[in-house]
């Protein structure tokens, strides 16, 4: 009796000596290896008990303010993490030998048990604008950067077939109900046979109108409608970056199947004046470059001559192949002006630097789950020098782009060599599902990604899922399915 | 018993009346759509921004409103054709005149016929976008 209890209490002392022995090992403070912070996505409050591992036995736990740290090895990893209460979710690191690498955690509360609406729909919409976001100019009337232009994307869904999304026998048709007539607050049109472009009032320089009929997309998966001439302003002045457009889904017969919502972004805060002043902006920044590029802007602009920016600097936006020895668009306007971020103390104080040409302090382009996270343009674009770096090494403005996968595990990653926008859904619990899918119709575009902190993003999980999140529900597309897990 | 209830009830008709009376008027939903569109037309884009809902003036502030809205046409005058008032929202057709234009190149008024919405807020109501 003796011996066993001398037996167990060695047992519990030995137990009670390597708990003691881990722990201080997990809080010591670490060298080579990974730390960070674990945080509520929606309140920033710090997450205790989360267990964090790298893929094979090496674990933490977070602790009471949420910090973390691993020891590594130099190397790759990919780190899991899973708490209670939270979406379990991975992040990809490096270590570099003798160093510490910071890896922090948003996460978001785990999904809620409501009914979902589309169980009682026959079928479901995807809709989202291509990009997150477009660029317009208040005035065109001394040179173009780019024209109003926006592209929507839509993808249907039967629920209650197997067969994959619908891109016949049906209609799709786009309004937006608060901008109707563009050119009563933009004068794009009246400058447009100026820049080369000969089209009607209102039709974008694609030929795609206001209103009108989507088109089946490249890849035959869904419908698309590009090169939408919406600018800001709502038909009655106000300044609306994030206008609504309704999507109406018809069948032969004309038989209303669905409707749906979805914003289309673009917004004139490009916010040149910050450092070109506030007289005259455009005609300060023709002054100057004639000044430093020895061309005659101001001269022709007076003479009734008007350029476009991709007249000489390509711009793969437009497709223009500019000239040969000229730097393109983007390199041009990173380069030049990467010095040049402080030239104001409007410009020095606007955060992110970024929102001093790229919309905007107000407009809020980033404003998806990664701002959520605290992710700023920098985390994935690189700062003005890295973008010029990359820009100068061959890299291609618009056709290549930061990758998910630079920071999600092998899950959620682009298709190989594809954009987010253009790739699809690969690892579906059921395989016919696989390449049918766009990534962007659950998740919506780069930079408003679910669940975003603009409300006008989340018209199509709201309205199919009752909720805000990325479609996680597999309800909203099928009717005798129950799985809560997209990517296997 | 009685005169307690006839002094009760005096009270509360004399209090009624008198904390109504002193209590700011609330503006009707077509009042509203007058001070939307007067300040417009008056170019007092500073009114203007107070008759949009909350959620609009949460993303863009009033002095980005003013300068944005400054680039756009200005109000030249505007008809309420049909205003519909529910409880907590209300749906109006307008028709809007836009002032000819040396910007847009238009010499001459543009007209267009819009919905707007309202809806009611805490503070009254406002302009939903």
């Not at chain 1, 670490?30 to 989360?50: F, H, M, P, R, W």
Request: charged share 15%; glycine share 6%.
């Amino acid at each position: 009796m003796l011996k066993t209890k001398v037996s167990l209490l060695l047992s519990f002392m030995l137990s009670l000596a390597i708990v003691v022995c881990l722990s201080t090992i997990a809080s010591a403070a670490i060298t080579t290896g990974i730390s960070g912070t674990v945080k509520d996505i929606n309140t920033g409050a710090a997450i205790a008990g989360a267990t964090i591992n790298d893929g094979s036995r090496t674990t933490a736990t977070s602790d009471a303010s949420g910090n973390y740290s691993l020891s590594e090895a130099a190397g790759s990893y990919t780190l899991k993490i899973s708490v209670s209460g939270y979406q379990t979710t991975s992040l990809v690191c490096t270590v570099a030998s003798g160093a510490l690498t910071n890896v922090n955690f948003s996460l978001t509360k785990a999904y809620g048990t409501q009914t979902i609406p589309a169980a009682s729909m026959g079928y479901s919409v995807f809709a989202w604008n291509d990009l997150g976001m477009h660029c317009d100019q208040n005035d065109y009337s001394y040179f173009s950067v780019l024209p109003p232009f926006n592209t929507l994307h839509v993808q249907i869904k039967n629920r209650n077939n197997t067969s994959g999304m619908i891109t016949s026998g049906v209609n799709v048709a786009y309004t937006f109900p608060k901008k109707t007539n563009s050119t009563l607050h933009t004068n794009f049109w009246q400058f447009a046979p100026k820049y080369g472009w000969n089209v009607p009032a209102n039709i974008g320089i694609t030929g795609t109108p206001l209103s009108g009929t989507m088109q089946v997309d490249a890849k035959n998966l869904g419908f698309v409608a590009t090169g939408i001439p919406i600018t800001p302003y709502d038909d009655d002045g106000t300044w609306d970056p994030y206008g609504a457009a309704n999507i109406t889904v018809t069948d032969t017969n004309n038989n209303i199947l669905q409707t749906a919502a979805v914003a289309a972004p673009v917004s004139t805060e490009m916010n040149c004046q910050n450092c070109h002043g506030t007289t005259n902006p455009q005609l300060d920044i023709l002054q100057k470059h004639d000044s430093h590029n020895g061309t005659t802007l101001v001269t022709d602009q007076a003479n009734g001559t008007l350029h476009q920016c991709s007249e000489c600097h390509s711009d793969n936006a437009l497709g223009a192949p500019g000239k040969t020895g000229v730097e393109s668009l983007s390199l041009a306007m990173h380069n030049f002006h990467k010095d040049k971020m402080t030239t104001t103390t409007v410009a020095a104080n606007t955060t992110p630097g970024c929102y001093n040409c790229h919309p905007g302090t107000n407009t809020q382009c980033l404003r998806g789950i990664m701002e959520k996270a605290g992710k700023t343009c920098v985390d994935c674009h690189g700062d003005m020098n890295k973008m010029t770096t990359s820009l100068q090494g061959g890299r291609q403005a618009w056709l290549q782009e930061p990758k998910c996968a630079d920071c999600h595990d092998s899950k959620h990653q682009e298709n190989a060599n594809t954009l987010y926008r253009n790739s699809t859904f690969n690892n579906s619990p059921i395989s016919v599902m696989n390449g049918e899918l766009y990534c962007e119709a659950c998740h919506n575009s780069t930079h408003g990604e679910f669940k975003s902190t603009n409300s006008a993003d989340a018209s199509i999980p709201q309205k199919f899922q009752g909720d805000d999140y990325w479609i996680w529900n597999c309800k909203v597309c099928h009717a005798n399915k129950t799985q809560k897990a997209m990517h296997t | 018993m009685k005169k307690y209830l006839i002094y009760m009830l005096t009270l509360s008709v004399f209090l009624t009346f008198n904390l109504a009376g002193c209590s700011p008027q609330e503006q009707t939903s077509r009042e509203v759509l007058d001070k939307y569109f007067t300040s417009a037309q008056q170019q007092d884009y500073a009114t203007t921004y107070t008759c949009y809902d909350s959620e609009y003036q949460k993303k863009v502030t009033k002095d980005e409103f003013i300068s944005h809205r400054k680039e756009a046409s200005v109000v030249q005058s505007y008809k309420v054709l049909q205003l519909d008032t529910q409880k907590d929202a209300a749906k109006a057709t307008v028709e809007i005149t836009f002032a000819s234009s040396t910007k847009f190149k238009r010499t001459e008024p543009a007209i267009v016929k819009v919905n707007e919405d309202l809806i009611k807020q805490k503070d009254g109501w406002k302009i939903k976008v």
